[in-house]
């Protein structure tokens, strides 16, 4: 089936350490999205990607590090520059914005807590 | 620069009773797209709408899209306590290829 998988579901990291957040998708999507949702709140973008080996920042991108390598994959780096990575992670990919009967497709999301 | 403002932000309502939640741009949107996050889990895809003036029915719910395609409005008739959760939407951003989503509309159903 295809889809749009986040991994890990849970994490946990120590205050000084750096993790990443595994985003893959089999849709055969050119875009792919990375949001920050803290509680009660919507949905704040932190990198996106149109095309491989090139990405944006978002509006939160302090903190953060992504790469495109493959169309497949775009894992996002929370790294010890965030101040604040407690909050629920969603990766998203869909074809194009501004394409008739798109559709944004989320992954489960992956939520991270600072011990 | 763009902005996608939605409300109410929280809406407690009774079972059985209506609800509405009205999205408005900053800017003309080329389309706009609705979402449903349950507690807990993740945005899923309600619709999309295209065309000024757009009107679609899913069931109980009934999307709008303004005729100057910068306000959009989802309403839900009778509601059910499987409709909790938040209702996002979202649109393209005008200066580029991200989508913009606005702050979201939590509601809570009481049986």
């Known amino acids: 089936d295809g889809g749009i998988t986040q991994s890990p579901k849970y994490l946990f990291r120590k205050e000084g350490q750096n993790v990443t957040l595994s985003c893959e998708q089999n849709?055969?999507?050119?875009?792919m999205y990375w949001y920050r949702q803290d509680p009660g709140q919507g949905l704040r973008l932190i990198y996106y990607?149109?095309?491989?080996?090139?990405?944006q920042k978002g509006d939160i991108a302090e903190g953060y590090s992504v790469s495109r390598e493959k169309k497949e994959s775009f894992p996002l780096t929370v790294t010890s520059a965030q101040k604040n990575p407690t909050a629920f992670y969603l990766c998203?990919?869909?074809?194009?914005?501004?394409?008739?009967?798109?559709?944004?497709?989320f992954g489960q999301g992956t939520r991270l807590t600072v011990v | 620069g763009q902005q996608v403002m939605q409300i109410p932000q929280y809406q407690h309502v009774q079972e059985g009773e209506d609800f509405t939640t009205y999205c408005n741009s900053s800017?003309?949107?080329?389309?706009i797209q609705w979402y449903k996050q349950r507690p807990g889990g993740h945005p899923v895809f309600l619709i999309q709408?295209?065309?000024?003036?757009e009107v679609k029915k899913q069931k109980r719910l009934t999307f709008q899209f303004g005729e100057a395609k910068k306000n959009s409005s989802l309403h839900i008739t009778a509601t059910q306590t499987t409709d909790v959760g938040t209702y996002f939407c979202?649109?393209?951003?005008?200066?580029?290829?991200?989508?913009?989503f606005g702050a979201g509309t939590i509601l809570r159903v009481k049986s």
């Open positions: 998203a990919s869909f074809r194009g914005v501004r394409e008739v009967n798109t559709e944004a497709f």
């Open positions: 849709l055969n999507h050119d875009a």
């Open positions: 990607s149109q095309i491989v080996n090139d990405f």
């Open positions: 800017t003309t949107l080329s389309n």
């Open positions: 709408l295209v065309k000024s003036g």
């Open positions: 979202a649109g393209p951003w005008e200066y580029g290829n991200k989508l913009v």
